[in-house]
């Protein structure tokens, strides 16, 4: 049940009792997901190509949004290891301006490839955290 929410910029509050829709238990990362997801009619191999991993992971993070959907336990999302920290918490804000409507998906997922091509401009396959 949801009793308050404001928004950070100008200070508005509301304050109810509601309870929140399903997609609002997703992750930042999992609603991007969704929306690519969607943009692709639903079509895998389109995703795996978009994101640039395997199928099997494409299939992957599709149970995990199923199972959360569905009201399966959220298990606690994992902390970033050894010097993945800046790379992970990088992701993390293209998701979140992804999430405020300030990027598309698509220039998110350009912004994600530049970085993992570093300064040489070769691509480096992406990690899995």
Same mark, same amino acid.
């Not at 509050?13 to 991007?32: D, K, M």
């Not at 912004?111 to 070769?122: C, M, Q, V, W």
């Given at each position: 049940?949801?009793?308050? &929410?404001?928004?950070?910029?100008?200070?508005?509050? &509301?304050?109810? =009792?509601?309870?929140?829709?399903?997609?609002?238990?997703?992750?930042?990362?999992?609603? &991007?997901?969704?929306?690519?997801? &969607?943009?692709?009619? !639903?079509?895998?191999?389109?995703?795996?190509?978009?994101?640039?991993?395997?199928?099997?992971?494409?299939?992957?993070?599709?149970?995990?949004?199923?199972? =959360?959907?569905?009201?399966?336990?959220?298990?606690?999302?994992?902390?970033?290891?050894?010097?993945?920290?800046?790379?992970?918490?990088?992701?993390?804000?293209?998701?979140?301006?992804?999430?405020? !409507?300030?990027?598309?998906?698509?220039?998110?997922?350009?912004?994600? =490839?530049? =970085?993992?091509?570093?300064?040489?401009?070769?691509?480096?396959?992406?990690?899995?955290?």
């Amino acid at each position: 049940m949801i009793t308050e &929410v404001a928004c950070g910029a100008c200070g508005t509050q &509301v304050r109810s =009792r509601y309870r929140p829709c399903a997609f609002c238990a997703l992750t930042a990362e999992q609603l &991007v997901f969704a929306q690519l997801f &969607v943009e692709k009619r !639903g079509n895998l191999r389109e995703m795996e190509k978009s994101l640039g991993v395997s199928y099997p992971t494409v299939r992957g993070k599709l149970e995990e949004i199923a199972e =959360r959907l569905a009201g399966a336990p959220v298990p606690s999302e994992p902390e970033p290891r050894g010097g993945a920290g800046a790379e992970a918490e990088a992701r993390r804000e293209v998701l979140r301006l992804i999430a405020e !409507g300030r990027l598309s998906p698509k220039q998110g997922l350009a912004r994600l =490839r530049a =970085r993992a091509a570093g300064p040489t401009g070769e691509e480096t396959p992406p990690t899995e955290d």
